[in-house]
């Protein structure tokens, strides 16, 4: 289209104009360069085993706020609403060499609306040295945690293999997986764990389990730091 021998610009480019213009400025504030903004997640929290003696850790609450969880072996934890920033939830422990509050463990939650994450002592070397803790986060909502499931997750270096009956599964260190067994409430499974170093599969644990349809269960699987043993811990989630 030409311009009007006045030289104005015609109608329709003026009325496009504001129009362009808020495109252009919606454009110039990038998503993915702009931090999210603080959300409140409710969390849960279970320790495999505590790192020394630190058995309770601070959550943020607010930008300010902060509340005291003690942390417990035998069951899962309401830590309450928590300050997620940017896919990530701190829990912080007491004020030690001059460091006010510090850092024991980094969740890495993600998009997970209701993390449940699983502590255990930090290792030498392990990836956040600083943390007190490593953690694996797991979602338990329960369209990805139901009723009448087992949450099994590998806290240990290496590979373990779950058979329930028929029924084999493996996964690697640091991942976890969902089995939802297909029996009657009360039956009978027989279950056993094994973990593999080099060629060979060992046990770990080898009983019967009798099928729970009413609750969801949380088991664990991890390598002591102390005595190099592999351990089982089997936990229910109080619905």
């Given amino acids: 289209m030409k311009l009007s021998q006045s030289g104005q610009t015609p109608p329709i480019f003026r009325r496009l104009f504001p129009a362009i213009a808020s495109l252009l400025v919606m ?7 702009a931090a999210d903004k603080p959300a409140k997640l409710p969390l849960s929290l279970y320790c495999f085993d505590y790192a020394g003696d630190l058995k309770s850790v601070d959550v943020r609450t607010g930008e300010t706020e902060v509340r005291s969880v003690t942390l417990s072996t035998a069951n899962v934890i309401d830590a309450g609403k928590v300050l997620s920033e ?11 060499g001059g460091v006010e509050h510090p850092v024991v463990a980094t969740l890495e939650v993600g998009a997970i609306r209701e993390p449940l994450a699983v502590l255990a002592p930090a290792a030498e070397g392990d990836k956040g040295e600083a943390a007190t803790y490593r953690s694996h986060v797991i979602d338990s909502d329960e369209k990805s945690f139901p009723i009448g499931s087992y949450r099994f997750v590998n806290l240990s270096p290496y590979p373990v293999r779950i058979n329930f009956g028929d029924h084999s599964m493996e996964f690697a260190p640091a991942t976890d997986k969902l089995f939802n067994p297909k029996v009657k409430a009360g039956e009978l499974l027989s279950v056993s764990i094994d973990y593999q170093l080099k060629e060979d599969w060992l046990p770990v644990s080898s009983s019967r389990w009798a099928y729970r349809k009413d609750r969801r269960t949380l088991v664990c699987i991890y390598q002591s730091l102390q005595t190099q043993r592999m351990l089982l811990k089997s936990i229910p989630l109080r619905e």
């Fill in 27 to 33: 454009l110039s504030v990038s998503p993915a360069g």
């Fill in 86 to 96: 940017n896919g990530v939830v701190t829990l912080h422990g007491p004020a030690a």
